[in-house]
């Protein structure tokens, strides 16, 4: 281990904590520091705080249908995130595909190719065509200076997503969409919990999808939820997702089955109790990551860009030209060494073949994204992600370089 980046320099603290439910001390540490890392790992809370839940839906035999427990989780995450309605889904899939129905979207939907692939398939999905607008260097997010371009006598919305967690610039997406009478739906899968200056993140736009996918800062092992501006239209969304009925008899609309059932529910009421603890841990380990990777040529790491209130949720560092070995060459060496980052997000949705045809798709359109997808790397980043792990990723990352961090860390206290 190199002595520039010893556990000592950490002025944070342990990383273990009992609040995780884990063995804590040196032994356990020294024990987990071979495990393979990989870029993230599913937060699970104490088993024993989700029997009595399983309990209580054993007693009542209710399974899904929107059960209590499906009731109590909106409750309680329009409470956590300090919004007025959300309806839960059963993936973040349906619910974009939902989004999008409920607003009846059609023709071409301006879109980000530096996603998951999800985003743009919810659009084909409904036989609507994606138009790949380029990315901010900055943000990494749909660039709003661009989009006007693409807009045609087609277009009826724009789907931006909060890539990271790093807000869309919203109030510029916003004033195009007014100009243009265009919807706006925010594929929010990663910003979970991320506030602006006003509140939520959630809260603009016309919808947003969630996704609580195991992968996610909130997990229901599979889950997903659009936040809605209205009673009105969660109704008209609680509707899609059960087929479209209104009552036993009454079917008003072609809907889909994208509940959320019990256990699922249930599941996510004993993530929120722990979900702040999970996200400073997340927080603190960005902070050692920041610290130590500052003054490495190469490493540009993205950061948290324009929130009041981050998620930690990826930790994206771009490998420049002049780091010492390629990005495909440090994710090698990472792997060499037990450590599996991401290449999120290569390659481009738009170079998938079924979009790739696409005018929109071709890669002088989306300079800066073609060239952020063949730099980014996301290094891991989860809850019990250990010091000595940490410490394990950063001696590969600094390892080629010259320019290593070094000496004490202090790591400030959330606002
Ligand atoms: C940006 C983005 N959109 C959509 C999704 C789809 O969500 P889910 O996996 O819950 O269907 C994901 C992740 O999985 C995602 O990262």
Same mark, same amino acid.
């Given at each position: 281990?190199? !002595?520039?980046?010893?556990?000592? !320099?950490?002025?944070?603290?342990?990383?273990?904590?009992?609040?995780?439910?884990?063995?804590?001390?040196?032994?356990?540490?020294?024990?987990?520091?071979?495990?393979?890392?990989?870029?993230?790992?599913?937060?699970?809370?104490? +088993?024993?705080?989700?029997?009595?839940?399983?309990?209580?839906? *054993?007693?009542?035999?209710? @399974?899904?249908?929107?059960?209590?427990?499906? =009731?109590?989780?909106? &409750?309680?995450?329009?409470?956590?995130?300090?919004? %007025?309605?959300?309806?839960?889904?059963?993936?973040?899939?349906?619910?974009? @595909?939902?989004?999008?129905?409920? +607003?009846?979207?059609?023709? %071409?939907?301006?879109?980000?190719?530096?996603?998951?692939?999800?985003?743009?398939?919810? +659009?084909? *999905?409904?036989?609507?065509? /994606?138009?790949?607008?380029?990315?901010?260097?900055?943000?990494?997010?749909?660039?709003?200076?661009?989009? &006007?371009?693409?807009?045609?006598?087609?277009?009826?919305?724009?789907?931006?997503?909060?890539?990271?967690?790093?807000?869309?610039?919203?109030?510029?997406? =916003?004033?195009?969409?007014?100009?243009?009478?265009?919807?706006?739906?925010?594929?929010?899968?990663?910003?979970?919990?991320?506030?602006?200056?006003?509140?939520?993140?959630?809260?603009?736009?016309? #919808?947003?999808?969630?996704?609580?996918?195991?992968?996610?800062?909130?997990?229901?092992?599979?889950?997903?939820?659009?936040?809605?501006?209205?009673?009105?239209?969660?109704?008209?969304?609680?509707?899609?997702?059960?087929?479209?009925?209104?009552?036993?008899?009454?079917?008003?609309?072609?809907?889909?089955?994208?509940?959320?059932?019990?256990?699922?529910?249930?599941?996510?009421?004993?993530?929120?109790?722990?979900?702040?603890?999970?996200?400073?841990?997340?927080?603190?380990?960005?902070?050692?990551?920041?610290?130590?990777?500052? !003054?490495?040529?190469?490493?540009?790491?993205?950061?948290?860009?324009? =929130?009041?209130?981050?998620?930690?949720?990826?930790?994206?560092?771009?490998?420049?030209?002049?780091?010492?070995?390629?990005?495909?060459? #440090?994710?090698?060496?990472?792997?060499?060494?037990?450590?599996?980052?991401?290449?999120?997000?290569?390659?481009?949705? !738009?170079?998938?073949?079924?979009?790739?045809?696409?005018?929109?798709?071709?890669?002088?359109?989306? /300079?800066?994204?073609? %060239?952020?997808?063949?730099?980014?790397?996301?290094?891991?980043?989860? /809850?019990?992600?250990?010091?000595? %792990?940490?410490?394990?990723?950063?001696?590969?990352? @600094?390892?080629?370089?010259?320019?290593?961090?070094?000496?004490? @860390?202090?790591?400030?206290?959330?606002?």
């Amino acid at each position: 281990m190199n !002595s520039n980046v010893s556990a000592d !320099s950490f002025g944070v603290q342990d990383l273990r904590s009992a609040d995780y439910g884990q063995a804590a001390g040196h032994g356990a540490e020294e024990a987990m520091s071979d495990r393979r890392i990989n870029v993230t790992q599913p937060y699970l809370p104490p +088993l024993e705080e989700f029997i009595p839940y399983l309990r209580q839906i *054993w007693d009542s035999k209710m @399974l899904t249908n929107g059960g209590p427990m499906h =009731q109590h989780l909106e &409750e309680a995450l329009c409470e956590y995130l300090g919004i %007025e309605h959300i309806a839960l889904f059963n993936n973040g899939t349906t619910a974009l @595909l939902t989004a999008l129905q409920s +607003l009846r979207i059609t023709g %071409e939907v301006i879109t980000t190719p530096y996603s998951f692939v999800a985003t743009a398939h919810s +659009l084909l *999905w409904n036989g609507i065509k /994606p138009v790949f607008v380029d990315i901010d260097p900055r943000t990494l997010n749909l660039d709003p200076r661009k989009i &006007e371009a693409a807009i045609t006598p087609h277009t009826t919305a724009i789907m931006p997503v909060h890539c990271y967690g790093n807000p869309c610039d919203v109030k510029a997406i =916003q004033d195009i969409a007014d100009n243009y009478n265009l919807r706006v739906v925010y594929d929010a899968a990663h910003a979970f919990g991320v506030r602006d200056a006003g509140g939520s993140i959630l809260r603009h736009g016309d #919808l947003s999808a969630m996704s609580f996918h195991a992968t996610k800062v909130f997990n229901t092992f599979e889950g997903g939820a659009i936040v809605c501006p209205d009673a009105k239209t969660k109704l008209r969304i609680d509707r899609l997702k059960n087929f479209g009925f209104v009552d036993e008899v009454t079917v008003v609309a072609p809907g889909i089955n994208g509940k959320m059932g019990e256990v699922n529910a249930a599941f996510g009421l004993v993530q929120l109790r722990h979900v702040d603890c999970a996200i400073e841990r997340r927080r603190e380990i960005a902070c050692i990551y920041d610290e130590q990777l500052k !003054s490495v040529k190469g490493i540009r790491p993205v950061g948290s860009v324009g =929130q009041a209130k981050a998620n930690y949720s990826y930790y994206p560092v771009l490998v420049e030209d002049d780091y010492p070995l390629s990005r495909d060459e #440090l994710y090698q060496a990472l792997r060499n060494n037990n450590i599996y980052a991401r290449k999120y997000f290569y390659p481009l949705i !738009s170079d998938f073949p079924m979009y790739r045809g696409m005018a929109s798709a071709a890669r002088e359109n989306l /300079p800066v994204a073609s %060239e952020v997808a063949r730099k980014v790397l996301c290094l891991p980043i989860y /809850p019990v992600l250990d010091r000595h %792990e940490v410490l394990k990723v950063l001696e590969v990352v @600094l390892g080629p370089s010259e320019n290593r961090g070094g000496g004490g @860390l202090t790591c400030p206290a959330t606002s």
